[in-house]
């Protein structure tokens, strides 16, 4: 890890990102993706190095690395779109870097989790669940060494209308209300309850594109293919043998409503876990605030009041809170962090 230097003035690091020895490495080695900038001591100010698509030496290279290991090689945080992509693919790299914002964590390990998620959707095969199991563990990670984090991610729910964004709109939900609500929660539950979150809807993805995204009235049989999902997602999680509590209970049991009318097995009161209670919130909330092809979008204040006013089917104890935190304006500091 690169040196932090406690002399770089603030108005440099708001702006500039100072790269570490990891990340350096995982940029081509001959051609640097973006501008470089060093640090000069003596003035206290940046200077432009080397510039995009550049080609360098091995003695450039040499001396960059020398800098970088000084603590004193930067990027523009402009530039951010393009270091992200690099550290998307080496995720655990936000857990030692020192220099990233939460904000910009946050949006790299949404893109990470999100890419990883897609690739296992297509193909629900050990391997690919491996990948996504890796970054999950890095993302749960970075949350249990502050647990303020999940608010960054609570910030940024995507409301675009995929399976992607929906599922990782509930892991986030459905975190934040877990760890909200029970300070004392194990590390081990955080982990499984992220991977359950994320894949609740796993079946979905089995259910042909057309279905999902028809703006007229299903067809019967079209109709017949969506309460199995729960189930079909289960299926294959077995099938891997990764069906763990958590992950059969978010994925059995986000249909699952309190007064008995939800669906598959038509579950009532205390026979629905707490995480399948917290799933079906999160579930919910998330559908609410997207715009879906047969629904225009809420937003989170209205749904989050919607779900409170809903007791006979939601757990209050969860959606009393949910309510809570969008009155109180919790996640509403755009551009922070
Ligand atoms: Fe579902
Ligand atoms: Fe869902």
């Known amino acids: 890890m690169s040196a932090v230097k406690s002399t770089i003035p603030d108005n440099i690091s708001e702006e500039y990102y100072q790269i570490s020895t990891e990340i350096l490495s995982s940029f081509p080695k001959y051609r640097p993706p973006l501008d470089l900038f060093r640090f000069r001591d003596d003035i206290a100010q940046l200077q432009p190095l080397f510039r995009k698509g550049e080609r360098l030496s091995n003695?450039?290279?040499?001396?960059?690395?020398?800098?970088?290991?000084?603590?004193?090689?930067?990027?523009?945080?402009?530039?951010?779109?393009?270091?992200?992509?690099?550290?998307?693919?080496?995720?655990?790299?936000?857990?030692?870097?020192?220099?990233?914002?939460?904000?910009?964590?946050?949006?790299?390990?949404?893109?990470?989790?999100?890419?990883?998620?897609?690739?296992?959707?297509?193909?629900?095969?050990?391997?690919?669940?491996?990948?996504?199991?890796?970054?999950?563990?890095?993302?749960?990670?970075?949350?249990?060494?502050?647990?303020?984090?999940?608010?960054?991610?609570?910030?940024?729910?995507?409301?675009?209308?995929?399976?992607?964004?929906?599922?990782?709109?509930?892991?986030?939900?459905?975190?934040?209300?877990?760890?909200?609500?029970?300070?004392?929660?194990?590390?081990?539950?955080?982990?499984?309850?992220?991977?359950?979150?994320?894949?609740?809807?796993?079946?979905?993805?089995?259910?042909?594109?057309?279905?999902?995204s028809k703006t007229t009235p299903l067809k019967m049989e079209e109709k017949d293919k969506i309460p199995p999902h729960p189930l079909m997602g289960a299926k294959i999680m077995h099938k891997l043998g990764l069906a763990f509590d958590e992950m059969r209970q978010a994925q059995m049991e986000h249909h699952e409503r309190l007064d008995g009318s939800g669906y598959p097995q038509k579950l009532s009161g205390e026979r629905i876990s707490k995480l399948g209670r917290i799933a079906a919130i999160a579930d919910s909330f998330a559908a609410m605030i997207s715009k879906r092809p047969y629904a225009a979008a809420m937003d989170a204040m209205t749904a989050a009041a919607h779900l409170a006013r809903n007791t006979k089917k939601y757990d209050a104890k969860y959606t009393a809170r949910l309510q809570a935190a969008y009155v109180q304006k919790l996640f509403d500091t755009p551009g922070k962090a």
């Open 59 to 212: 003695e450039q290279i040499e001396k960059l690395q020398e800098l970088c290991a000084g603590g004193d090689l930067f990027v523009a945080r402009s530039d951010r779109a393009v270091y992200s992509k690099h550290i998307v693919k080496q995720l655990d790299l936000v857990l030692v870097d020192e220099n990233l914002k939460t904000g910009e964590v946050a949006e790299i390990c949404i893109m990470a989790l999100g890419q990883k998620l897609s690739d296992f959707f297509e193909q629900p095969v050990k391997p690919v669940f491996d990948a996504l199991y890796r970054d999950t563990m890095v993302f749960t990670e970075y949350l249990w060494q502050d647990k303020h984090r999940i608010k960054s991610f609570m910030r940024r729910l995507n409301t675009e209308h995929t399976l992607v964004n929906h599922s990782l709109n509930t892991l986030f939900v459905g975190l934040w209300l877990l760890m909200d609500t029970d300070p004392t929660m194990k590390r081990r539950l955080v982990d499984r309850a992220a991977l359950g979150l994320m894949l609740h809807d796993l079946g979905m993805a089995k259910i042909p594109a057309f279905i999902l």
